[in-house]
């Protein structure tokens, strides 16, 4: 079993939709990072949780640390977040070293 | 937001050649920089660890004489791929750290560097 485990492995959503992307841990954690890499690569950080919630613009992520538990939700979803969403757990006992999902990708068609 | 570049973006060289990777934080100092390396539909893989003034820190399974990394300042740190060969083809991104505003460390990523080796 993988230490950060993201669910769905791929996802296919209608504009406008609200998209939810979860993200399970087993390790203690100092942070929670959510990722988004588009084809070509690039990678955006688009939030570091250690707890609560976090808002960005469509952009909401939550954590549950008593769960070791984080989601993902893009409300009014648009093609342009068609992307790979990465979770990535840093661990208390390793400083700022990251532990990858395998990553969810999300596409949105018109 | 903290931004981390890399140069260059793309590099296609021949088997034998040696490459160098550049991650510098542009409006930040960053003690520790990281390298990772993606191979295709694959999450990233941590390499090494790369602290300022010091070697860096391989991950298990990462041969330190073929992937040299120097840190020798604040705000740069290089990544040599050194006789490369065509299974060095990959994508290869860095990762600075921190202090974040609201006083926690974190990690800023670079665009990354698709290299193809022929």
């Known amino acids: 079993k993988n230490e950060v485990e993201q669910s769905p492995q791929n996802l296919t959503a209608q504009e406008g939709e609200f998209i939810t992307i979860n993200c399970s841990y087993s390790v203690g954690i100092s942070a929670l990072h959510w990722l988004q890499q588009h084809p070509g690569g690039g990678i955006v950080s688009l939030f570091m949780l250690s707890s609560g919630k976090k808002k960005h613009g469509r952009l909401i992520a939550t954590i549950n640390i008593q769960e070791k538990h984080s989601s993902l939700h893009i409300t009014a979803s648009h093609p342009r977040d068609s992307a790979v969403y990465i979770c990535a757990a840093g661990r208390e006992t390793s400083g700022s070293r990251l532990t990858f999902g395998e990553g969810t990708q999300l596409t949105v068609n018109p | 937001g903290a931004v981390v570049s890399q140069h260059p973006s793309r590099v296609i060289c021949k088997s034998g050649t040696s490459v160098k990777i550049e991650c510098r934080s542009l409006?930040?100092?960053?003690?520790?920089m990281f390298w990772y390396r993606q191979f295709p539909k694959k999450s990233l893989m941590l390499m090494a660890t790369?602290?300022?003034?010091?070697?860096?820190?391989?991950e298990q399974g990462v041969e330190k004489d073929k992937f040299l990394i120097n840190h020798a300042s604040l705000t740069l740190s290089t990544l040599t791929v050194t006789s490369a060969h065509p299974e060095d083809s990959s994508f290869y991104i860095c990762?600075?750290?921190?202090?974040?505003?609201?006083?926690?460390?974190?990690?800023?990523f670079g665009p990354g560097t698709r290299l193809t080796v022929l």
């Open positions: 409006d930040f100092q960053a003690t520790t």
């Open positions: 990762s600075a750290r921190s202090l974040g505003l609201a006083g926690f460390m974190e990690q800023f």
């Open positions: 790369s602290n300022e003034g010091s070697k860096a820190t391989y």
